[in-house]
């Protein structure tokens, strides 16, 4: 009873505990980790009920049932270990629960094990796998209205895995291709292909679609709402809301943007077309789909008793707002800046204190700046696609001066951090963005202004008494014409620190921002002279001397392909040689004398659920800087969890190492000129059999270690070799990674 009564308090807590927190905290994984997790993808290949298939199923449906089984749970399983997939946590054991009075409503023996897991991905989708577990984006639940319509989508991917659509198409699918590669019709032949793959793909979505809703129906469901499902897929592309944005979220008290980054209008929302062609499609049109429900639903009537929350309307309620939460950081991970900006825009409606979300916007305009200003990238905007009012901060970031964008970030990061001064995000950002100005901008910097223009400061004080004025001279009315000037759409940016610069604080960002210039330009100047080549050369020759004494590796990569074959990947030569290769990592390392730990999800036990969030953490924070590679060092997104991290391993050096080996085959025009050569220069026959039978390795290799606090990076390896990936030789390559990082300058 005290348990019960805990949960229930639980439950009515949460909201005020949500719009209490002054940032808000992403959702993680919780509990013990599946098996799902830590299963291998082979041991879940060999365990695959295999009587799915006919008894008397040919040899070529029995390889492509090998073959999708391989595929799907290699490639599942990179899913499941990249942490985008969520587990027991608040909005999975939500989804749990709504599945549960579905499979009440009908029990069904090819459901009893079927999994629902809460998927980090802004897109509004939820699909189902042939092994039993259900997707449901965070993206969609942020979208939904209410449980029903969440109930029906979870019904309609039960089934298609109790149908197992995935593998059935995937078997129609191979034998189309089988006879198409006999026909002489060849475009033709291509064309019936898709039109028929298509077509198979429709009928199990009408199928997921009519079976879907008579589960609903056998449930306490209510349907009327039903059908809004087919308006939250119509409307997929649009944020969780249409609302105004609000320009004073990006402004301060003497920063103003002009009228002229402002659509007069914006672009009608449209959605997409319920008559649209879908014969080439993978999915019917959803004016077919709706239809087909209200046929339905037109012959029936709801009993009384019908609900749209069967679960909890609280929990659904408290599920969307997490889910809603999670998409400023999501659109910013993917460098959709304008997006992240504009939901945690209207998060913010809400919770107009949450510090969280304000960073979120400080980072997207921050890197949106670094991106603008760098050569390396394009930024190629499509303001004029988007529709409903997000498309005004699409125009203004699309529109506005890379040099007024850098203004944009600085001075809203600056007036954050000022707010609060701890955040060591927030200080690591304002400190690039001074040093990001001065180094792309410096001649501008003296147009920035201190003090308002005089007309502006005229206007707020009151007017002198007529008759004390004293006559003017011509040159005094000049002078007073020419300083009363006023704050135009040109220099409007000029006016963004009044009043601050010649603060300590202020002056002490500068300085060092002055600092770090002076030193970027001379080791720039450095590497142009013959010392500092030498030193390239060196570099080159003898790797690094970083005097590290303990790292940590992250989720060791490892894969194999061979060109030679149908399915290039070999996915189970590659989940055994990712072994092997972690294996060579921990014998090197221990060899080397360097103190190392390693962090790979293949290594975790079900109550490792800590270190499995920390590796989410740590390959996100991989990614963005892989992403941003050629920027100057940038901090990641979630910087304060590294941070701990890293405090955490006692080390702030990570290291992310992998290996790719390739057998690559030789061409028919290889072996055609062979042959040729042989026919017309015999005494060469030996060289050329030997070329053309030798078999020819590609092998990647690389290691590239990070202080994750600075994002200083030391690219220790990257170097594509044309020899097999022999033990030998990654052991020399591992072993001199490792001899770089502790060898002492």
């Avoid at 709706?290 to 709801?302: E, I, K, S």
């Amino acid at each position: 009873m005290k348990t019960t009564l805990l949960f229930i308090l639980s439950l009515l807590l949460a909201p005020l505990f949500l719009t209490a927190q002054n940032e808000y905290a992403p959702l993680e994984c919780q509990g013990k980790i599946p098996k799902d997790f830590l299963t291998t993808s082979h041991s879940k290949y060999q365990n695959a009920d295999k009587n799915v298939l006919a008894a008397d199923a040919k040899r070529t449906e029995r390889n492509a049932f090998k073959q999708f089984q391989l595929a799907t749970n290699f490639y599942l399983d990179q899913l499941l270990h990249s942490g985008r997939v969520l587990f027991n946590d608040e909005a999975s054991q939500y989804l749990a629960d709504v599945t549960q009075v579905l499979l009440n409503a009908q029990p069904t023996p090819e459901l009893q094990n079927v999994r629902v897991y809460a998927l980090r991905s802004s897109a509004v989708n939820a699909f189902a796998t042939d092994r039993g577990e259900v997707f449901v984006t965070l993206g969609l639940l942020a979208q939904l209205e209410n449980e029903a319509q969440l109930a029906y989508v979870i019904a309609h991917e039960l089934v298609h895995v109790q149908k197992r659509h995935s593998l059935k198409f995937h078997l129609d699918k191979q034998k189309l291709q089988r006879n198409q590669g006999r026909s002489i019709l060849g475009r033709a032949a291509t064309d019936e292909q898709l039109f028929t793959a298509a077509t198979y793909s429709k009928e199990n979505e009408n199928e997921a679609d009519r079976l879907g809703l008579e589960r609903i129906l056998l449930s306490r469901y209510n349907t009327a709402t039903l059908p809004v499902v087919y308006d939250v897929l119509k409307y997929s592309y649009l944020p969780f809301d249409d609302l105004p944005f609000e320009y004073t979220l990006l402004e301060s008290e003497h920063y103003r943007l002009p009228p002229a980054y402002r659509l007069e209008s914006v672009k009608p929302i449209e959605g997409e077309a319920d008559d649209e062609d879908d014969s080439r499609s993978s999915h019917p049109n959803l004016g077919s789909r709706r239809q087909a429900m209200l046929a339905t639903l037109d012959a029936l009537t709801d009993a009384p008793e019908k609900t749209d929350y069967v679960v909890s309307a609280d929990r659904f309620a408290r599920v969307r707002a997490l889910a809603r939460n999670e998409m400023p950081l999501l659109y910013l991970h993917s460098d959709e800046h304008a997006a992240a900006i504009y939901n945690a825009g209207l998060l913010l409606r809400e919770r107009p204190d949450d510090v969280g979300l304000k960073k979120c916007i400080a980072k997207a305009l921050y890197l949106h700046a670094k991106l603008r200003n760098s050569e390396d990238y394009s930024y190629e905007g499509n303001y004029e696609e988007i529709e409903g009012e997000s498309q005004q901060l699409h125009y203004l970031l699309e529109t506005i001066p890379t040099a007024e964008s850098t203004v944009l970030a600085w001075q809203y990061a600056w007036n954050l951090h000022r707010a609060h001064p701890d955040d060591a995000e927030l200080k690591a950002i304002t400190t690039d963005l001074f040093f990001e100005f001065i180094r792309e901008y410096g001649k501008q910097y003296a147009s920035l202004s201190n003090e308002l223009p005089t007309a502006e400061t005229a206007d707020a004080t009151p007017a002198p008494d007529s008759a004390a004025v004293q006559p003017k001279s011509k040159y005094d009315r000049i002078r007073a014409q020419k300083s009363a000037t006023t704050v135009s759409e040109n220099n409007y940016w000029q006016y963004a620190f009044v009043g601050q610069m010649e603060d300590e604080l202020f002056l002490s960002y500068k300085k060092s921002a002055d600092e770090r210039l002076r030193e970027w330009k001379i080791n720039e100047r450095f590497y142009t002279t013959a010392a500092g080549r030498r030193e390239l050369k060196k570099l080159r020759t003898q790797g690094w001397a970083l005097d590290i004494p303990k790292i940590v590796v992250v989720n060791p990569f490892y894969i194999k392909m061979d060109e030679r074959k149908e399915e290039t990947v070999q996915y189970v030569d590659s989940e055994i040689g990712q072994q092997h290769f972690r294996d060579l990592i921990k014998e090197t390392a221990d060899a080397s004398g360097l103190q190392t730990t390693l962090m790979d999800v293949h290594d975790l036990k079900e109550d490792d659920t800590e270190t499995f969030n920390d590796l989410r953490f740590l390959n996100e924070w991989f990614s963005e800087q892989a992403c941003h590679f050629d920027l100057s060092l940038t901090p990641g997104n979630q910087q304060a969890r590294i941070d701990s991290i890293a405090q955490k391993y006692d080390t702030d050096y990570f290291l992310w190492t992998g290996l790719v080996s390739l057998r690559d085959k030789h061409t028919t025009l290889e072996w055609l000129a062979a042959v040729t050569s042989i026919v017309v220069v015999p005494p060469i026959a030996p060289y050329l059999l030997y070329k053309v039978l030798t078999p020819r390795y590609v092998t990647v290799y690389y290691s590239i270690l990070y202080d994750v606090r600075t994002g200083r990076r030391s690219v220790l390896k990257m170097n594509t070799y044309t020899t097999r990936a022999s033990d030998t030789m990654v052991k020399a390559h591992l072993y001199d990674a490792f001899w770089q990082i502790k060898r002492k300058g």
